[in-house]
């Protein structure tokens, strides 16, 4: 079993509807990561937490530390949210990554 | 500062070449972290510095592959007698320890090795 579990793997969705993707960790963590990645490879950080819920624009986190759990939702989707999301566990002191396996996430118009 | 530099951003080699690549970080980051992607997977752990010091290295990392960070400031990573099964796209990221501890990721060098 993977020490990070996002599910589910593929997404395929109409522009406008609301968007959940779930993360679940087993290691201890200082910090979760929710990354945006774009064919091409270049990945952009969204959102470091650990504890409650942020939000950006559209897209919200949240953390349930104790359920080791995290989501991400995106609210109105929109063709250009298409892209793959990874979340990310970030360990106690050196801070280095353990991902996800990446949810591939499409948006129609 | 525009953030985290990657080169090449392409490269293509032969089975058993040596090759190396590049990482610039965020000038004032003291951590600097290299990830592998290989297709269809999330990213792997490979090794990271604090400035100059190499201090985890993971056993994905044989004895074929060196980093160095000889500054603490940008880093190289080598792999010798490449393989197929090194095929992968290279990410490398910093951090500012201590600050914020939010990992800023470089566009990645993608390796093919046939």
């Known amino acids: 079993k993977n020490e990070v579990e996002q599910s589910p793997q593929n997404l395929t969705a109409q522009e406008g509807e609301f968007i959940t993707i779930n993360c679940s960790y087993s290691v201890g963590i200082s910090a979760l990561h929710w990354l945006q990645q774009h064919p091409g490879g270049g990945i952009v950080s969204l959102f470091m937490?650990?504890?409650g819920k942020k939000k950006h624009g559209r897209l919200i986190a949240t953390i349930n530390i104790q359920e080791k759990h995290s989501s991400l939702h995106i609210t109105a989707s929109h063709p250009r949210d298409s892209a793959v999301y990874i979340c990310?566990?970030?360990?106690?002191?050196?801070?280095?990554?353990?991902f996800g396996q990446g949810t591939r996430l499409t948006i129609n118009p | 500062d525009t953030g985290v530099s990657q080169n090449p951003r392409h490269k293509i080699t032969k089975r058993g070449q040596n090759v190396t690549f590049r990482c610039d970080p965020i000038s004032e980051h003291n951590r600097l972290y290299w990830y592998r992607q290989t297709l269809g997977q999330g990213p792997e752990f490979l090794t990271y510095f604090q400035n100059e010091a190499q201090l985890e290295k993971s056993r994905l990392l044989s004895d074929r592959f060196s980093a160095e960070r000889p500054k603490g400031s940008f880093s190289t990573l080598e792999i010798q007698r490449t393989e197929q099964g090194d095929s992968a796209m290279y990410l490398c990221?910093?951090?500012?320890?201590?600050?914020?501890?939010?990992?800023?990721f470089g566009p990645g060098t993608r390796l093919t090795v046939t």
């Open positions: 990310a566990a970030g360990g106690q002191g050196a801070q280095k990554l353990v």
């Open positions: 937490l650990s504890s």
């Open positions: 990221a910093s951090s500012s320890w201590g600050v914020t501890d939010e990992q800023y």
